[in-house]
T-cell receptor
Framework: GNSVTQMEGPVTLSEEAFLTINCTYT??????LFWYVQYPGEGLQLLLK?????DKGSNKGFEATYRKETTSFHLEKGSVQVSDSAVYFC??????????FGTGTSLTVIP | GAVVSQHPSWVICKSGTSVKIECRSL??????MFWYRQFPKQSLMLMAT?????????EQGVEKDKFLINHASLTLSTLTVTSAHPEDSSFYIC?????????????FGAGTRLSVL
């Protein structure tokens, strides 16, 4: 089937720590992959995306690489900040632009 | 970037009443919009695909008579929760893509929190 499996949270890190949030997908073909972020009280915002194998999406210090061989799209950031505290969603899109999301991972960064 | 607006942001209603939620693309035309439902501390679940000028396509398990979708113009889709009950309380989110913009990018509304008493 088509699904997205995301590392469960919540995740609590100290400022400047390294962040990894795992995400794997199952899908027919080669879907586009995304990370969306939801800050408290706000709607989802696109963080980064990758549309084909080996693509690396990056934004605001976050990175994720589309790994076809492991069907993964793990999110990483070398040094998190308090302002990164939010819920992060991994998602894939089919050719009809329908999105399927992971369960979301809540990140809290403490000073 | 493109903006998708949802209205209202929060609605409280009595059990048995119907509630309409609007989703508008403010600076682009969207032939297709999507409706999602998000339960507390859970992910977004795709409910239906709203197609301008035609019937919506519902995901398996979503009651089409319960969640009426109308996409009468290129900038507006509405979701009506009919005869709402407490179990319909949830966060409803819409999204749309700009056909003239970046491919595969979905713009999400801020969501509508529905509380059914």
């Amino acid at each position: 089937g088509n699904s997205v499996t995301q590392m469960e949270g919540p995740v609590t890190l100290s400022e400047e720590a390294f962040l990894t949030i795992n995400c794997t997908y199952t899908a027919t073909g080669y879907p586009s992959l995304f990370w969306y972020v939801q800050y408290p009280g706000e709607g989802l915002q696109l963080l980064l995306k990758a549309t084909k194998a080996d693509d690396k999406g990056s934004n605001k210090g976050f990175e994720a690489t589309y790994r076809k061989e492991t069907t993964s799209f793990h999110l990483e950031k070398g040094s998190v900040q308090v302002s990164d505290s939010a819920v992060y969603f991994c998602a894939r899109a089919n050719t009809g632009n329908q999105f399927y999301f992971g369960t979301g991972t809540s990140l809290t960064v403490i000073p | 970037g493109a903006v998708v607006s949802q209205h209202p942001s929060w609605v409280i209603c009595k059990s048995g009443t119907s509630v309409k939620i609007e989703c508008r693309s403010l600076d682009f035309q969207a032939t297709t919009m999507f409706w999602y439902r998000q339960f507390p501390k859970q992910s977004l679940m795709l409910m239906a695909t709203s197609n301008e000028g035609s019937k919506a396509t519902y995901e398996q398990g979503v009651e089409k008579d319960k969640f009426l979708i109308n996409h009468a113009s290129l900038t507006l889709s509405t979701l009506t929760v009919t005869s709402a009950h407490p179990e319909d309380s949830s966060f409803y989110i819409c999204s749309a893509s700009d056909p003239l913009g970046a491919k595969n990018i979905q713009y999400f509304g801020a969501g509508t929190r529905l509380s059914v008493l």
